[in-house]
């Protein structure tokens, strides 16, 4: 980790692996159920008593109809391998759960709210009991299991929020939901009506909506992002998570962590020194969700739920799959049978044959139709409502989340780079290098890319991939992206060497190594998406290599606060400074959601640009930097020496013969160990 950390303390969560996050919370939130206090009624024989006092919660307004599921655990996929490390989490303790049973409760649009596992499974924890009329004391512990995970999930709900209880409850389960409507006393305990059938599973019902309760046509878990204290890390199920009374942007679970942060040392990684940055931060939250898109209103709220976004418009197919938690491997690949494949980089292009997933009329669009009839472009386009105007798309499409990164960089060469480095008239050039470093989502979407060469179609571009965290498969190959027969495809030189290259189109270089070490010619521009540079060790090398280049190098960053984190990397590096944050009006419109913060991430809200140090130029010798007027006479000798070094051609030398070479190294001066 970098040694400048700590003064991203503050912004740390919106770079967090969601997966990473979801696993913690599941872990704590089980730690602390196994934990809380067990009173001595709930120790007393389930026919005795059950131990429980009416719980006094308010019922639940968002979702008053809650779910009990039973879920079989199976082997964890090897995919999922290397996130488990991440997460500190055993791959092989996971394999002694192989055969449990897990006991959920959701609510009805799929939120978590507590779960518990039954060790020996779901057979073994009735022990038989189920079958003689469910008085066995298997049949009676697991029904006290279910019982009192449904008071844990009032008492704390997982996913955060005051305590509270259901209306009515379902059961996916036709042996639990029979179970329970058998002890009626355990849910008339909880205050909760259970509904007469069971759900099945988790398909489409035809069940008759419950005390006018709208039935789910579908159910899919979602997770919205965890909350949890900036300070101790304390999840919102154990305690109530606040705000900072100044900035709105830091959660804190108690004054105690407040005033510890506001004190932290070194001064500049304490909450004191960043509360002002982050709260004009927190004023450009309006600006950033002003956009023109019908669905503006529900993605760009603080609690905005990316999975149930992508489920309600069926985005689960295409390069979307790089934005779900739940269908995404942990390399981004797009083929599930990459790694069994002989030839993975032909796989690997397979799996960008359907790029915008059911977005089939925007694909359409995208991928094959030349925007003939619309205006010529006299002036940049400068806003999504322009671009979606002269495209011919619909503003209810969410396809402008995949269009952000192309957009951003046509915007950073028709209108930045011509305002912070004039002398290039970079409009002017018929051919584009694009160097793109350390950004993996946007290798793994190259169609997307096919947009640059439909804005500005007079320029030939190459997009050279740089990052050590690339496919291993990808390094040192090359694609094209090009039209054939009305459609866009990237094709790999190296596995179609008969195809012809159109005149038209993008090459794409790939090299899988850190920036500082690639070898080859200069580019015109340099592009970083999401660097969060004082986050890795890498950006301490890369620095000095682009102010050796001194080529115009623009970042994307996620808000302004991660612009300005950046600079004593880069004046530690480099010497340099950086340009002030430029909010991007081709920012992804889908929000981050922090887990300790209400900031307002965005992927490629603001652009900023390095500034470089002044290059040292060799002081001159004092005869060419006073030069001294010359006479009639001065200028007659110097040009009968010019023309007699013209006359005269240099000597010759002769060639050495082997032994005179080998004499002459033995004779060479070498240097003491």
């Not at 030839?343 to 094959?368: F, I, M, N, Q, R």
């Not at 190296?494 to 920036?515: A, M, P, Q």
């Amino acid at each position: 980790m970098s040694p400048y950390f700590p003064l991203q303390m503050e912004l740390v969560s919106g770079y967090r692996d969601q997966l990473i996050a979801f696993s913690e919370t599941m872990a704590q939130w089980y730690r602390s159920f196994q934990t809380c206090p067990k009173t001595h009624c709930e120790k007393r024989c389930l026919s005795d008593t059950w131990g429980y006092g009416p719980p006094r919660y308010p019922i639940d307004e968002a979702s008053p109809l809650w779910i009990l599921h039973l879920l079989d655990c199976t082997a964890s996929p090897p995919a999922v391998h290397s996130r488990l490390s991440q997460s500190e989490i055993d791959p092989a303790d996971l394999t002694r759960c192989e055969g449990d049973s897990v006991l959920m409760v959701t609510d009805a649009s799929g939120l978590p709210l507590g779960f518990d596992v039954l060790s020996r499974g779901w057979a073994g924890s009735l022990g038989g009991g189920e079958a003689a009329g469910g008085d066995g004391k298997g049949a009676v512990g697991t029904t006290q299991r279910m019982v009192g995970l449904l008071r844990r999930c009032m008492e704390a709900p997982m996913s955060g929020g005051l305590p509270r209880r259901p209306q009515t409850l379902r059961v996916n389960d036709r042996k639990l939901h029979r179970l329970l409507s058998r002890s009626e006393r355990a849910y008339a305990a909880l205050r909760v009506v259970l509904c007469p059938q069971a759900l099945g599973d988790w398909g489409p019902t035809t069940l008759e909506p419950v005390s006018g309760e709208p039935e789910p046509q579908e159910f899919s878990m979602r997770w919205p992002s965890a909350r949890y204290c900036h300070v101790c890390k304390k999840h919102s199920f154990p305690s109530q998570l606040k705000p900072c009374s100044q900035c709105k942007a830091v959660l804190y679970c108690s004054d105690q962590c407040s005033q510890a942060d506001w004190t932290r040392s070194p001064e500049d990684a304490s909450h004191q020194h960043w509360c002002d940055k982050l709260a004009v931060c927190m004023s450009h939250a309006a600006q950033l969700a002003d956009l023109p898109f019908t669905y503006t209103a529900e993605v760009t709220q603080d609690d905005f739920d990316m999975e149930y976004f992508l489920k309600k418009n069926k985005l689960d197919s295409g390069y979307w799959l790089l934005w779900s938690l739940l269908v995404r491997s942990p390399r981004y690949e797009l083929h599930t049978g990459m790694e069994q494949s002989r030839e993975p980089v032909s796989v690997w292009l397979a799996g960008h044959l359907e790029p915008y997933g059911p977005l089939l009329e925007e694909s359409d669009t995208l991928l094959c139709k030349v925007p003939h009839n619309a205006p010529s472009l006299s002036s940049p386009l400068v806003s999504w409502r322009q671009y979606f105007a002269w495209r011919r798309l619909n503003l209810a499409s969410p396809v402008a989340a995949l269009l952000s990164s192309p957009l951003s960089i046509y915007y950073i060469i028709t209108s930045l780079v011509p305002r912070d480095f004039p002398e290039l008239n970079i409009l002017k050039k018929q051919s584009l290098k694009i160097h793109i470093i350390e950004s993996y989502r946007e290798f793994n979407s190259l169609l997307v890319f096919w947009e640059l060469s439909v804005l500005l179609p007079h320029v030939s571009f190459e997009l050279c991939f740089i990052g050590e965290r690339l496919p291993p498969e990808s390094d040192e190959q090359q694609y094209v992206l090009q039209k054939k027969e009305g459609l866009v495809t990237l094709v790999s030189p190296s596995f179609s060497s008969e195809e012809r290259i159109e005149k038209k189109s993008i090459r794409v270089k790939v090299y899988r190594r850190v920036y500082h070490m690639l070898q080859g010619s200069k580019p015109d521009l340099v592009i970083g998406f999401r660097p969060a540079i004082p986050l890795h060790d890498l950006w301490v090398s890369t620095l000095p290599r682009l102010q050796t280049l001194r080529v115009p190098a623009y970042f994307c960053e996620l808000s302004e606060p991660s612009c300005e984190g950046s600079l004593p990397v880069m004046s530690s590096a480099t010497g340099g400074a950086l340009s002030p944050a430029h909010l991007n009006p081709f920012h992804c419109p889908l929000r981050i959601c922090g887990g300790d913060n209400l900031l307002p991430w965005y992927s490629n809200a603001f652009i900023f640009h390095l500034v470089y140090k002044p290059a040292v130029s060799c002081p001159l010798r004092p005869s060419l930097a006073n030069p001294q007027p010359i006479g009639p006479v001065e200028q007659q000798q110097a040009a009968n020496q010019r023309a007699g070094a013209r006359q005269s051609p240099p000597p010759v030398q002769s060639k050495l013969t082997r032994k005179e070479r080998k004499q002459a190294a033995r004779n060479m001066p070498r240097k003491r160990k």
